[in-house]
């Protein structure tokens, strides 16, 4: 049986960081700060900085509508933001939304934005707005797009940027509930050949924003990463200083049933390079400080 890749399904990773290059020189032009990273920041003072994320729930909603779990979709995408903003050390404050579609139906567009809303109200984030677009020369008919942009803020000296990482620190994972909302692409190629109706398939994304809270009142956190398309070393790669680099420990946690449905049809390295295999989120924290922690990796 052939292993079945990202790129054969129709995604390059490889592409979207080319695009990401290129785009590089126009975006810090207008004095943007932290291109690339999850959030980008924008200082409102000398104290104190806006961070900002967005980001579209790509393919999910194909395998989620027919199955009933499209309000799963609404709240991968509030969480995803949330989850973005709050790598940096902010406090996430708001929430726009898009959805668009060939022909929109009132429906489905409620059961997204009150999934997004859910999870708003336990991050104590205001859903403050959004657009809705019907464009049939755009999109497929029954198909449609969903996006959202959170904004928080952050004090300067609360900020976490990766830039104090050490080596000899350690990864801390947080464990995800699935798939979450990356890697559709590849899962839809998957399912032709198999099917799969465990609840991690379509489990929405996990908010960490407790976790985050919880583990800064015990240990310094000098990095945090959201582990989403690129899996788990291509995200924290984002927040890792120059000369430094994780080594994760791939046998430290068990996977969720889904990615051992997926093994039998995708290569372990492609695994690695599209999913989060079971961890959602990452912290990086000095080895005297991760005591009680699930510890993944090590920073080399």
């Given at each position: 049986m052939s292993r079945k890749t990202y790129a054969e399904a129709g995604v390059s990773l490889t592409a979207a960081e080319g695009v990401v290059e290129r785009l590089r020189a126009a975006v810090e032009s207008t004095g943007a700060r932290g291109f690339g990273a999850f959030a980008g920041?924008?200082?409102?003072?000398?104290?104190?900085?806006?961070?900002?994320?967005?980001?579209?729930?790509?393919?999910?909603?194909?395998?989620?509508?027919?199955?009933?779990?499209?309000?799963?979709?609404?709240?991968?995408?509030?969480?995803?933001?949330?989850?973005?903003?709050?790598?940096?050390?902010?406090?996430?404050?708001?929430?726009?939304?898009?959805?668009?579609?060939?022909?929109?139906?009132?429906?489905?567009?409620?059961?997204?934005?009150?999934?997004?809303a859910e999870v708003c109200r336990l991050a104590g984030v205001a859903l403050i707005g959004g657009e809705t677009a019907e464009m049939p020369d755009v999109y497929r008919e029954d198909e449609l797009d969903f996006a959202a942009a959170c904004v928080g803020i952050v004090g300067r000296d609360?900020?976490?940027?990766?830039?104090?990482?050490?080596?000899?620190?350690?990864?801390?994972?947080?464990?995800?509930?699935?798939v979450h909302a990356n890697g559709f692409t590849l899962v839809r190629r998957v399912l032709e050949d198999e099917d799969y109706d465990g609840p991690d398939l379509l489990a929405p994304t996990r908010l960490y924003l407790q976790e985050v809270e919880s583990l800064r009142s015990r240990a310094d956190i000098r990095a945090l990463a959201h582990v989403t398309g690129g899996g788990i070393l291509g995200n924290?790669?984002?927040?890792?200083?120059?000369?430094?680099?994780?080594?994760?420990?791939?046998?430290?946690?068990?996977?969720?049933?889904?990615?051992?449905?997926l093994a039998r049809h995708v290569g372990e390295a492609e695994l690695r390079n599209v999913f989060n295999l079971g961890i959602g989120f990452c912290a990086v924290v000095p080895a005297d400080q991760a005591a009680g922690e699930l510890v993944i990796g090590e920073i080399r």
């Open positions: 920041l924008y200082p409102l003072d000398e104290r104190t900085l806006l961070a900002a994320s967005m980001d579209s729930i790509g393919t999910k909603p194909i395998v989620a509508r027919p199955r009933g779990a499209l309000r799963n979709c609404g709240a991968d995408m509030a969480a995803h933001c949330i989850n973005d903003v709050i790598t940096t050390g902010a406090r996430p404050l708001l929430i726009l939304d898009y959805a668009a579609s060939a022909q929109l139906d009132l429906e489905q567009v409620a059961e997204l934005v009150e999934g997004a609360d900020l976490i940027d990766g830039t104090r990482i050490q080596t000899g620190d350690l990864v801390v994972g947080f464990p995800s509930a699935g924290l790669s984002r927040v890792l200083p120059e000369g430094r680099e994780a080594a994760i420990d791939w046998e430290a946690w068990e996977r969720p049933a889904v990615f051992d449905w």
